[in-house]
Every structure is written in structure tokens, then in C-alpha cells.
């Protein structure tokens, strides 16, 4: 089972910040919070990920509490291609292996115009 | 940089036809990742691959599936014979070592008749 949980679906003015929250209250040392998304008919894609602190990269943020049980990513100005699926996922990462990718349902958010 | 490519897009055969999906990962990742997406959920990792050896393969359906990566490259996966409920999109993934982000390719899907 996926060791995360996320609002089924979510709206979003285009143009306006998209907050997507994520919670993994049982999340582990090593485990890492990463999140996909997957645009209709298409293969996830790669946003973000992290360990403990925030990160911030072309296309996202990922904001992480302090007691990592749970996190936030942030589109800074949605646009309707950022209407997708978005998953949150926890893995497990020491360094000298890691797990494949245990997928959710994820986060149906839709980009309004 | 070329990403993960797959082919067939898409295949209908007739139950208990056979069927090969085929996928190249990113040229230099020694990891290939096999999941199946059925509709309206995430993936679900089948197998794993590190270089030519399956280093993950327990939630492959070893009666009818099969995968190969003969040359530590490119990988085939193989249903022999099709079910109706092997309806899904299989997706190939794969990243530079196990530790590393995971790129997906777009997916095969399958409808079986």
C-alpha cells in the first residue's frame, strides 16, 4: 500500500499558486518524499523530491514540515497543461539501494481558466 | 537528450494471443523498471533490472509474464497468453543506478479483446 495520502482532487485558478498536500505521517529516516505527475495518456513525469528541507527547482517547490510527516508542493503560477495527476511518493533511499516507486492515486488538479 | 522510448503506443490482440512490449531506457542507466498502470490507478512496479539481472521481480506474474534485458540495455516484456484483465498501460522507467530519479517512457497500451 502506498504510505501516503492526498486529496483526490483539487481546483486551481489559472495563473494562481497550486498547492498540493501530501501526508506521510509514517515516513522513515531514509524514505524521501518525490512527487510525479502524469498529464493524460502520457508516462509520469519527474518534478521534485526530498529528504528534509525545502527544494525548489524550474518547476516546482517542495515544502517538507519540520517533523516530515508531511509536505507541500507548489506550482508558482498554474497553467492549464498543468492540469495532471500528481503523486506523492515515498521511497526508500540509503544510499546504496533504493526502491522502485509505490504509486498512489494521487491528486487529480485542475488548472481553471 | 532522448528519453525513455517504447514501442508499440498501442496493441489490441484477442485473449490468449501472445504480445511483446519493447522498451530503450536513457542511453548510460544501468536500471530498467517495468510497471503496469491499470485505469484509474498508479503504476505498480513489476520488475526491476540492474544492468542484466532482476533484482526485483515478485510482483511479475511468472505464469504467463516474462522480461528479458539480454545486453543490459534495452528490455523486452512478454504475456503469453493474454488475459482480459491484462488491459493496461505498461510503462518502462529507468534511471542512471537504483538511487537515482526514475524517467518514464510514455507507455504501451493494451487492450486485449
Known amino acids: 500500500d502506498a504510505k501516503t495520502t492526498q486529496p483526490p482532487s483539487m481546483d486551481c485558478a489559472e495563473g494562481r499558486a497550486a498547492n498540493l498536500p501530501c501526508n506521510h505521517s509514517?515516513?522513515?529516516?531514509?524514505?524521501?518524499v518525490y512527487w510525479y505527475r502524469q498529464i493524460h495518456s502520457q508516462g509520469p513525469q519527474y518534478i521534485i523530491h526530498g529528504l528534509k528541507n525545502n527544494e525548489t527547482n524550474e518547476m516546482a517547490s517542495l515544502i517538507i514540515t519540520e517533523d516530515r510527516k508531511s509536505s507541500t508542493l507548489i506550482l508558482p503560477h498554474a497553467t492549464l497543461r498543468d492540469t495532471a495527476v500528481y503523486y506523492c511518493?515515498?521511497?526508500?533511499?540509503?544510499?546504496?539501494?533504493?526502491?522502485?516507486?509505490?504509486f498512489g492515486k494521487g491528486t487529480h488538479l485542475i488548472i481553471q481558466p | 537528450e532522448a528519453g525513455v522510448v517504447q514501442s508499440p503506443r498501442y496493441k489490441i490482440i484477442e485473449k490468449k494471443q501472445p504480445v511483446a512490449f519493447w522498451c530503450n531506457p536513457i542511453s548510460g542507466h544501468n536500471t530498467l523498471y517495468w510497471y503496469r498502470q491499470n485505469l484509474g490507478q498508479g503504476p505498480e512496479l513489476l520488475i526491476r533490472y540492474e544492468n542484466e539481472e532482476a533484482v526485483d521481480d515478485s510482483q511479475l506474474p511468472k505464469d504467463r509474464f516474462s522480461a528479458e534485458r539480454l545486453k543490459g540495455v534495452d528490455s523486452t516484456l512478454k504475456i503469453q497468453p493474454a488475459e482480459l484483465g491484462d488491459s493496461a498501460v505498461y510503462l518502462c522507467a529507468s534511471s542512471l543506478v537504483p538511487e537515482e530519479t526514475q524517467y518514464f517512457g510514455p507507455g504501451t497500451r493494451l487492450l486485449v479483446l
Open positions: 511518493i515515498v521511497r526508500f533511499n540509503s544510499g546504496g539501494g533504493a526502491d522502485g516507486l509505490t
Open positions: 509514517t515516513i522513515s529516516g531514509n524514505e524521501y
